[in-house]
């Protein structure tokens, strides 16, 4: 049997040392092309996929999208799968998780002459899900524009955007609720949100109970303004003028929002109150009260003008927010984090993301080059286009939680090829990994391309097969009790266990260092390569398959089964069990592999056993670990776990786990800070189950 897991097919290492304190790695991917075909490829919008991988949207006179996943590979048939191909231009879309590992599509459709707004679900697969072409979300008379997308917490969405079929000095605002099933949930061509008069910068997020939450800079006096639509599609804070987030005086716009967590939102936007472009920032509850200082928190007092600001909430019940800034005298970037109550948690007016002299976002035609996501435990990676040579090419800065720059200062380059590359997006699709995604012109046409980047290089998921050609897998470790109360495997239950790592078209066996492989931390007797085993698609590591050779070669090692009964520790008959092995390639990337085992044999009845006996603590991997190290752990039930490392001294050194746990594989990640080379010892207990493991650090 085995299980395909992330295999990355092309990675790029770069080490990187600077500053104070020591090293600081990246890793990026081998640039991907998202979609490189003849035409213009414009305003790429993206989420995650929900697998490690994400979904990408963008407009060429039509809609099309595409899914990369985890390796880099596209998901979806060919260069884009067409979302809508209507007569017409389709422009300005906005994408939406569903929840279900597809998308909610929205945009502007000139199908009927006029502006109108449309949308569409795709599902994981690549299926669009409701009318050809898109479902109408409004067709009213005049334009409508500018859609705006959230979600509404049940695999639907709330679309808002700017409408100008009643309006007399400017323009108004209307919202649509669709259902995941594609029910137009609210009045036929939307419910009117905001009125007459509004000067057209508009944000929307979700408010966790089937609404939204929506902010505007009003056209005259220029207010912030917030309302919430509820779930019926009803105003719950009153009338669109009840809600002032601010009313200082002096022009205000680049406003964006993002929800807080807790049924309220952190908002943002660039205010001329004091003469200058200053960021200002306020926290809203689900109440629509404003809960930090009247009028907006100043984000930023220094000289000259701030712009165009960005926001992420942080994990902790914070926000991180960016921007553009000229303090200097060009314009740079900055970011500063926040904690729940408004207070800056970063130096006063921000940390210098990109202070160096020469412009970095703010050229003619390039004013939306700034995009900003979550990473790991609230730090943050910030990516834009940048002029420094002289043509615009792709950067990303990445920042801590306490507000450490770690990556070369004033930025990584993402891509720099001879040609221009601008408008990045940046989203995160799992602790640690992000992937930006921006136009390049290489081609002469503008295409789509993207990389994964993160602080460390991921472990490679690599493809096992326990006994290959076998649809299971028994395992005997059949006991015995000595004179000492010694338990000793069974001398009539010896012989070896074959594994094979499958060759596949992004792994070449003949790149592992067999020296560094361990099952449980077992090595093996012996190895060879030949094609054993086919790799196949299914649902988890206890999938089965018999097929058979494929045409790639496999590295195939054989275990000595007497072993594992020392390794595993004490387990039942009958028990299934998920064991991973690790190794490194010739380059020194690490990789895993997960496959099951059913063990078997006449468990001695001395011996008690019961469903906690089942518990699993894993062998750390990597180990030598330098500068991090993952610890997997199995729970046949949900109990009480605590992890802790101890030194040879047996003093605390930390503690990884301390909590509840649901049944099932779980893994915890160490990544010692200041801690000093040697052997270090990890203790999981678990009811009345205590196992534990050794592991050697590496300066």
Known sequence: MNVKFRVYSVVIFIILLFGSDGVHAQWLSAEIPVCTKIGSQENTQLIPDGA???IAVWNDIDIYTQRIDANGNAVWSGNSVAICTAAGLQT????????????????KDERSGAGDIYAQRIDANGNTLWTTDGMPICSA???QSRPKVTSDGEGGAIIVWEDSRDAVIGLESYAQKISSEGNVLWLKDGVKVIP?????????TIDGNGGAIIVNVDSWPQYVMALRINANGELSWGSYYDVRVCEADGGKGHINICADGVGGAFITWRDRRSGDNDIYIQRIDNGGTCLWETDGVKVCSAADDQYYPDLVRDGNGGVIVTWVDKRSGDYGIYAQRMDATGNFIWTQNGIAVRAAQGNQVYESNYFWGLDIALNGASGAIITWHDFRNDNSDIYAQLINPDGTVLWETDGIEICAVDSAQSHPRIVSNRPGDSFIAWTDMRSGDMDIYGVYVAEEAPILDALMDIRPGSSTNPLNLTMYENKHDDKLPNPKKGGVLPVAVLGTPDMYVRDIDVSSVLLEGVAPLRYSYEDVATPTKNTGPCSYTTEGPDGYEDLTLKFLKSSFAEALGDISSQTELVLLLTGQLQDGMQFEARDCVAVVGNIDPKRKVGKIDEVLLHTASPNPLNPSTRIGFYL??????NISVYDVKG???ARLVDGMHPAGEHLVEWNPRNIASGIYFYRLVAGEIVQTK?????R
């Open 52 to 54: 490690g991988g994400v």
């Open 92 to 107: 300005q879309p906005q994408i939406i998780s569903d929840g279900s590992m597809g998308a909610i599509i929205v945009w």
């Open 141 to 143: 008379a005049g334009n």
């Open 196 to 204: 007459d008069n509004w000067i057209g910068d508009i944000s929307v």
């Open 636 to 641: 046949p039930e949900a109990t009480f776990v």
């Open 651 to 653: 003093a605390l050194v």
């Open 694 to 698: 050794k592991m050697v650090l590496l």
